[in-house]
């Protein structure tokens, strides 16, 4: 029993590690002058930890952490409520503050990922170093899988994402354990005594009510898995079919009882969310993505095999390859149906991804066993466990190299984020208790889409202002305008920045579909034409503006580099400056407006 120890203790160790080379790395460069931030690589962490610290500072499910107020509406932080409020009770109990809470999350994430991929291909397999092996491989390649990240770089191809989708914090990281621990739960629905069977579907509706509440693209994806499952186990599963309907109707049961609610509150959104979140009405089909092609591709192969004998094809193992294989297929599809697509590359890169890996190493192992097993060669077992090793140690040093490309890629914006940290503290240490409506302006977008994970507040703008769903992309240009003319920025300057695509401008001129076409929508290349119109469209704006818009809303902090002060003449015609407060490089002035 202890030996069995280190075969789940080394992946999850090599996990743990690669997950925080990016924190590592910035503990290391900082120093003694780390400011406390966290290191964020994907760049949507920053509003999470902004919702984050609003809920650690009591502020309502409904509050929008850029606008800095609670809305009416529902929105995609107040949707997703229990990885939130899983993550805020604990670090509110521990007097931990939202930096601090995902500093702990990325190590906790690393440890229930690896847990969870694990007790699966045991469960399954039976075999330690299969399981083992099968962590790394299902969790380190999931970016290479998609052709992002890393390989994409080498290949000369674009980036959606970099580093390790699923330990994005929170979204889809720390619900992320769940999807598979629902997969192992239906394997013990088909594969237990009859005592234990209805309980164990109980357990997988549990969990996914549970993603429900979590995250879209998991719940989604556990749908179209069970739906993959279940029809797969109807056709070709020796089960008898009345148990198998049961437990369909089982799950179904739980899972509608969730839903019910779940439609019920997403009908509460503001239909502006539609837009920003680029919601496309189409039935066309997607049939050129990698791990539909991949998917596909293994699927037929794996049939091939079992008609071959190489393996039982209608056994449960290969039943449940054949439904992880599969799921790709049918999330990447299912507009055809539903006619509604919402950003479909958040399937490729946090979770289908990782199914069809998993799926991938359930029929490797399937195929191996075949081969040595039943060739009934006495050194079959150590042979096994060698390849599994070879393959897990390749799977190691990939995802280490992912992790450390994706670290250097962005140090350049870690190192913004923990030098602005003094500067926010400063202003929420000097607001704390102020029923004041906090407004700050950071002439830099990184350090815009980061002050609200301390401050609780709003910025003046910020590449994240849309991502609650309540303001629409028009309502956000107009901020930008504001944030542009505050910061000093001519329209020559705006032109050369949609020149050189330059992408949280672009993003927010023209919308982040069409600034990152990756993202999906319906959308077409930017042109010339079009760029000249919006950089019109904001000298007009800077040379009308009146005071109602200057001051709409009323900021109250800006700050700027120490010694690298932009000229403050738009500043200081709506407002009045006082002499300000240095705090690490950054200089915080307090605004007063003028009459």
Not at 204 to 229: E, N, Q
Not at 500 to 518: C, N, Y
Not at 576 to 587: K, N, P, S, W
Request: proline share 5%; net charge neutral; glycine share 8%.
């Amino acid at each position: 029993m202890r030996s069995s120890w280190k075969y789940v203790l080394v992946p999850t160790v090599v996990m743990v590690l690669i997950a925080m080379v990016p924190q590592i790395s910035l503990w290391v460069t900082r120093g003694a002058a780390w400011e406390g931030s966290y290191a964020a690589v994907n760049y949507d962490e920053v509003a999470y930890s902004a919702y984050i610290n609003a809920l650690i500072d009591g502020r309502p499910r409904k509050y929008d952490p850029m606008m800095g107020v609670e809305h009416e509406h529902e929105s995609i932080y107040s949707l997703q409520f229990i990885p939130a409020y899983a993550i805020a009770i604990p670090a509110r109990m521990f007097g931990l503050s939202a930096i601090n809470a995902f500093i702990v999350l990325q190590f906790l994430i690393a440890i229930f990922c690896s847990l969870a991929v694990f007790i699966l291909f045991k469960t399954v397999t039976g075999d330690h170093m299969v399981a083992a092996a099968a962590v790394v491989i299902v969790l380190g390649f999931g970016t290479a899988i998609t052709y992002e990240g890393a390989f994409s770089e080498m290949t000369g191809g674009s980036l959606v994402i970099e580093f390790h989708p699923f330990l994005r914090r929170y979204q889809p990281g720390l619900a992320f354990p769940l999807f598979f621990l629902m997969t192992t739960a239906v394997w013990f629905a088909f594969t237990s005594e009859n005592g234990k069977r209805f309980r164990a579907s109980i357990v997988v509706g549990v969990l996914f009510a549970i993603l429900v509440f979590s995250y879209f693209y998991l719940w989604t994806t556990a749908a179209a898995w069970l739906a993959c499952f279940f029809a797969i186990a109807l056709i070709v599963g020796r089960w008898p079919r009345k148990i198998t309907l049961l437990h369909g109707i089982i799950v179904a049961g739980i899972g509608v009882a969730a839903l019910v609610p779940y439609f019920w509150m997403l009908n509460q959104r503001s239909r502006k969310s539609d837009v920003s979140q680029l919601l496309s009405l189409t039935h066309s089909p997607d049939l050129s993505s990698p791990i539909v092609v991949i998917g596909v591709i293994v699927a037929i192969i794996a049939v091939l095999f079992g008609i071959k004998r190489r393996f039982d094809g209608r056994s449960p193992e290969a039943i449940l390859a054949y439904s992880f294989l599969l799921t790709p297929l049918v999330v990447m599809n299912q507009q055809v149906i539903t006619g509604r697509s919402l950003q479909p590359v958040h399937y490729e890169i946090f979770i289908a991804n990782y199914c069809l890996l998993a799926g991938i190493c359930i029929i490797t192992w399937l195929v191996i066993r075949g081969i040595y097993i039943e060739g009934k060669d006495a050194v079959s077992g150590p042979r096994l466990s060698k390849v599994w090793a070879y393959l897990g140690v390749a799977a190691a040093l990939w995802g280490f190299y992912e992790a450390a490309h994706a670290t250097g890629r962005n140090e350049g914006i870690t190192m913004v984020r923990d030098l602005v940290t003094p500067a926010a503290k400063h202003i929420r240490a000097s607001t704390n208790g102020s029923s004041e409506q906090i407004v700050v302006h950071s002439p830099n977008p990184i350090a815009s889409s980061y002050i609200p994970t301390i401050v609780t507040g709003r910025v003046l703008w910020s590449p994240h202002l849309v991502s609650g769903g309540v303001v629409s992309e028009e309502e956000s240009k107009q901020q930008f305008y504001r944030f542009l003319y505050f910061s000093g920025f001519t329209h020559t300057e705006l032109k050369s920045a949609l020149d050189t695509r330059w992408f949280e401008v672009t993003a927010a001129i023209f919308g982040g579909g069409r600034a990152l076409p990756q993202l999906g929508g319906i959308n077409h290349p930017i042109t010339g034409k079009e760029i000249d119109e919006e950089v019109e469209k904001y000298r007009l704006f800077a040379d009308t503006l009146t005071l109602a818009e200057a001051q709409s809303p009323v900021i109250t902090h800006i700050m700027v580099v120490e010694g690298e002060q932009p000229n403050h003449a738009n500043v200081d015609r709506w407002y009045i400056r006082d002499d300000g407060h240095v705090a690490g490089i950054f200089r915080v002035y307090r605004l007063t407006p003028r009459k």
